[in-house]
Each structure stands twice: as structure tokens, then as C-alpha cells.
């Protein structure tokens, strides 16, 4: 659905742009295809990011995010004197894949044991059938 929302936009907006909002906005249209293939990553990084809090590592996902805005921040500070709204539109888009590619390299790091069974997560320090320690004595 993203791929297919990606190439609707890329090849749509040069008319819809001017037949929405008028003459003039044509120039416009470069940015919103170099953004478009941000539409890819956000679909995916949407699946990979709520895997992430389903599996309980909230605490990655915020680690891929601030990683993401470091990259967002340092990239436009790079691009945007030299190549103004493009270079911000390029920035954004390897900030998308960054966060997706992070996110789902660690949800699928993370997943369940496929040979056990086991649903506990690769990285976390309890063996199969260990009861998580819940801080209550019983």
C-alpha cells in the first residue's frame, strides 16, 4: 500500500498540485516527489515501531527515535543551505529509513523463538518458562 502510495504521488502531483491550490504551486512539486519515497518508510515503520512496544522495548523505540532526530537535525543543518526545501526533503526521508530499518531490525531481533516455541524475546535475560520478576514477594 505505501509502494502504491508513493508512485500515486510522485506521478499525480504535478496536476494536482496547480488544480488544487492554483497557479504557481507547480515548483512545489519536486519536493513532494523527493518526499514521497518517505511514504514507503512510515508504513513499514509504523508496523515495526508498534511491534517494538507490543515486545515491551519501549525504551529501544526511544533510543531509535532521539538516533532519528540526531540524524534529522545534523542532515538538515548539512542540506538545507545548500540545497534549501530539497535538502530538507531528503533529510527527512533518511530519517524514515533509519527509524524503520532500526526498528525493524530490532522487532525482528526481538521476535519469538521460532525452534522453542518460546515467546520470550531474544535479549531478554529469562529462560523459557521463567516467571518475570514482578517486585512483589508472594
Request: with cysteine.
Amino acid at each position: 500500500l505505501g509502494i502504491l502510495a508513493c508512485a500515486a504521488t510522485a506521478a499525480a502531483i504535478g496536476w494536482v498540485l496547480p488544480l488544487v491550490y492554483g497557479p504557481g504551486f507547480e515548483r512545489i512539486a519536486v519536493l513532494v516527489r523527493t518526499l514521497a519515497p518517505a511514504i514507503v518508510a512510515v508504513y513499514l515503520g509504523y508496523l515495526f515501531t508498534q511491534a517494538l512496544v507490543v515486545l515491551d522495548l519501549q525504551r529501544r523505540y526511544l533510543a531509535i527515535a532521539i538516533a532519528g532526530l540526531a540524524l534529522n537535525v545534523a542532515c538538515n543543518a548539512v542540506l538545507i543551505p545548500s540545497l534549501a526545501g530539497v535538502g530538507a526533503a531528503i533529510a527527512t526521508v533518511a530519517t524514515e529509513v533509519l527509524v524503520t530499518v532500526a526498528a525493524a531490525l530490532s522487532a525482528l531481533r526481538a521476535r519469538p523463538h521460532a525452534a522453542t516455541g518460546s515467546d520470550v524475546p531474544r535479549d531478554r535475560e529469562l529462560s523459557h518458562g521463567a516467571a518475570a520478576p514482578t517486585g512483589v514477594d508472594p
